[in-house]
């Protein structure tokens, strides 16, 4: 079989696929075969985002925290393509701008109903609906904001960095026959992610080693890459994808540790 047609007969749903990276990896997903239902909070952007993806596509209505909605949508893939071997936990949110101490419940439980607690959810109806018995891949986007630290995003990034936890908790739970991955991805072209990018991207470019920010099909492919049998023996493991900036970070900070110590 072609590469391009690793995931055929596969179906693969993709939590908050309407834009950016969920978008993305839906479009991997169906090049490489799959069935793929694209998941959004209005109808109108998931139909349409769908349409752009393929004829193997479906758009689905559903908050990534509806219980209800979620189930509809897994029932629903499930009558309509027959299995849900890939689920992409991609939906995520990032209401609370500030410092820790700065913050509200009300921010609190948002950021970590959609990006934490959602994932488990689907995680729950994909595993009793269908993987359960016959096997799958989960793949959680996550953040390099899970893994370093940095101001003003405390309780996104403590979100991200237990959804990694999450992500390694459900893969001794649910292997072998299903396995539980993450992306961690950096800084990356899209709405959610505007501030760390739209007004500065030359500068951001410039502290990443590959030399430009990241565009969603950088982390579109990766998401499909772990969704396929090419990574079989690959489970609870969380992949950067950043260009390098995480390391170029270190060498940033560690330049000025120099620089200092030799002041
Ligand atoms: N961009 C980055 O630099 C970056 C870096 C690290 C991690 N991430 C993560 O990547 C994921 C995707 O974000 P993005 O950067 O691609 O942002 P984006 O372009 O703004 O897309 C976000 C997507 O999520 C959907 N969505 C938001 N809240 C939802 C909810 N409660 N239920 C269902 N769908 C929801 C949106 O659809 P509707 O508005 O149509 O509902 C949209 O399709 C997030 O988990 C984010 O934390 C992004």
């Given at each position: 079989m072609s590469r391009e047609g690793r995931l055929a007969g596969r179906t693969a749903i993709v939590t908050g696929a309407s834009r950016g990276i969920g978008l993305a990896a839906a479009v991997a997903l169906h090049d490489a075969g799959a069935n793929v239902v694209l998941t959004s909070r209005t109808e109108e952007a998931a139909t349409s985002a769908a349409a752009s993806v393929g004829e193997r596509a479906l758009g689905v209505q559903a908050h990534a925290t509806d219980d209800d909605a979620a189930r509809a949508c897994v029932a629903r893939t499930m009558e309509t393509f027959g299995s849900v071997d890939i689920l992409v936990n991609n939906a995520g949110t990032n209401p609370a701008y500030g410092p820790l101490l700065s913050q509200d419940h009300g921010r609190f439980a948002k950021t970590m109903d959609v990006n934490l607690w959602a994932p488990l959810l689907w995680t729950q109806l994909a595993v009793e609906a269908?993987?359960?018995?016959h096997g799958g891949s989960i793949v959680n986007t996550a953040s390099l904001g899970g893994i370093v630290v940095a101001p003003d995003l405390g309780i996104y990034h403590v979100s991200k960095a237990a959804l990694i936890h999450l992500t390694k908790q459900l893969a001794i739970e649910v292997g072998p026959g299903i396995r539980v991955n993450a992306v961690a991805p950096g800084v990356v072209r899209t709405r959610l992610a505007e501030a760390l990018w739209k007004d500065h991207e030359e500068a951001v470019a410039q502290r990443t080693p590959l030399g430009r920010i990241g565009e969603p099909a950088d982390v579109g492919s990766a998401i499909a890459f772990l969704a396929s049998d090419d990574s079989s023996w690959i489970t609870g493991e969380t992949i950067v994808i950043d260009g390098g900036q995480m390391i170029g970070a270190t060498a940033a900070a560690d330049s000025a540790t120099i620089a200092v110590g030799a002041g």
């Open positions: 269908w993987m359960g018995e």
